[in-house]
């Protein structure tokens, strides 16, 4: 699994590829410290080249959604495929992050929403 990010304007973009699973599920969360720390007031996380998520790395996304929430944050992914889309829906995270087929579709609707409208 491969990890990075980069910085966009207002917001930083951690971009996965590969399995995201309890062993990389370290790295994600070591992304999220590194972004929250950068007083952006959106993150998105890229799944293009993201093939398979796990518990801890869906833990991940849950445990840092209160981080965002108490910081003034969004949280937005976009490129997510249909298989882990399914995950997050049958979870109710898709009701929790906003998520976008494109990174201009996740824009669109994290500039609609406000940061209480989600949580």
Same mark, same amino acid.
């Given at each position: 699994? /491969?990890?990075?990010?980069?910085?966009?304007?207002?917001?930083?973009?951690?971009?996965?590829?590969?399995?995201?699973? +309890?062993?990389?599920?370290?790295?994600?969360? =070591? +992304?999220?410290?590194?972004?929250?720390?950068? %007083? $952006?007031?959106?993150?998105?996380?890229?799944?293009?080249?993201?093939?398979?998520?796990?518990?801890?790395?869906?833990?991940?996304?849950?445990?840092?959604?209160?981080?965002? /929430?108490? %910081?003034?944050? $969004?949280?937005?992914?976009?490129?997510?495929?249909? #298989?882990?889309? #399914?995950?997050?829906?049958?979870?109710?995270?898709? %009701?929790?992050?906003?998520?976008?087929?494109?990174?201009? /579709? +996740? /824009?669109? =609707?994290? =500039? +609609?929403? %406000?940061?209480?409208?989600?949580?």
């Amino acid at each position: 699994m /491969e990890v990075s990010i980069s910085e966009e304007g207002n917001h930083s973009i951690i971009s996965l590829s590969g399995d995201l699973d +309890a062993s990389s599920s370290i790295s994600l969360d =070591n +992304a999220f410290t590194s972004v929250l720390s950068s %007083q $952006r007031s959106v993150i998105f996380v890229d799944c293009t080249k993201l093939d398979y998520i796990s518990s801890p790395g869906i833990g991940v996304f849950i445990s840092r959604l209160g981080d965002c /929430e108490r %910081q003034g944050i $969004r949280l937005g992914l976009f490129g997510v495929s249909d #298989k882990i889309l #399914k995950v997050f829906k049958i979870l109710g995270l898709d %009701q929790l992050i906003i998520i976008g087929k494109t990174k201009q /579709e +996740a /824009e669109l =609707n994290i =500039n +609609a929403t %406000q940061p209480s409208d989600r949580m």
